[in-house]
């Protein structure tokens, strides 16, 4: 993975998309019908080199794809999983809170989750390692609760390995910066 290249404080004028964004992004051109078609994989592939998606780079989307910016802000907007505001940790975790989940004590775990990490839910640690989110349901039922950390499913989670999985991605606040 490329480091990121755009931050909130650079300049509008600098390019965000690296060559090998744009080589990944050309190659579903012969995938899809139409390069309009390629527009959510488009975001995928900037959103996992950068975790995120600056404004800079929906403008440079558009231009490869020959579409109105408007075009591409619209797919943006209408999923939840890209931010454009700054980059989301370098673990991003969703925590279920579908029924299954929040009757086995996902709720719970998330509480215990963002208690531990000195976050709450949607924020990022100050250190960039972790994001917590809700998640609506991860389709993992039989393993309540349940959190999606990247791409990874953790199972049947309690707040002991809620607590391994803090130290796994480095942000238990406990033993990294001294938070209670």
């Known amino acids: 993975?490329?480091?990121?290249?755009?931050?909130?404080?650079?300049?509008?004028?600098?390019?965000?998309?690296?060559?090998?964004m744009k080589a990944q992004i050309r190659a579903f051109f012969p995938r899809y019908p139409t390069r309009q078609a390629v527009t959510l994989p488009a975001?995928?592939?900037?959103?996992?080199?950068?975790?995120?998606?600056?404004?800079?780079?929906?403008?440079?989307i558009a231009e490869m794809l020959e579409l109105a910016p408007a075009d591409v802000q619209?797919?943006?907007?209408?999923?939840?999983?890209?931010?454009?505001?700054?980059?989301?940790?370098?673990?991003?975790?969703?925590?279920?809170?579908s029924i299954s989940c929040a009757l086995r004590g996902g709720e719970e775990?998330?509480?215990?989750?963002?208690?531990?990490?000195?976050?709450?839910?949607?924020?990022?640690?100050?250190?960039?390692?972790?994001?917590?989110?809700?998640?609506?349901?991860?389709?993992?039922?039989?393993?309540a609760p349940c959190m999606l950390a990247n791409q990874r499913l953790h199972k049947d989670l309690t707040p002991e390995s809620a607590d391994a999985f803090l130290k796994e991605c480095g942000a238990d606040s406990t033993t990294t910066n001294g938070k209670p």
């Open 1 to 20: 993975m490329t480091q990121p290249t755009a931050t909130p404080e650079r300049g509008a004028a600098e390019r965000v998309l690296t060559d090998e």
């Open 43 to 60: 975001l995928h592939v900037v959103n996992e080199h950068l975790r995120w998606v600056p404004l800079k780079a929906v403008e440079e």
């Open 74 to 97: 619209d797919t943006l907007s209408f999923y939840g999983l890209f931010k454009q505001d700054k980059p989301h940790g370098r673990t991003r975790a969703w925590v279920c809170r």
């Open 109 to 143: 775990v998330l509480e215990h989750l963002c208690h531990k990490a000195g976050i709450r839910p949607g924020e990022t640690t100050a250190d960039g390692s972790l994001t917590l989110e809700f998640g609506e349901c991860l389709g993992a039922c039989e393993f």
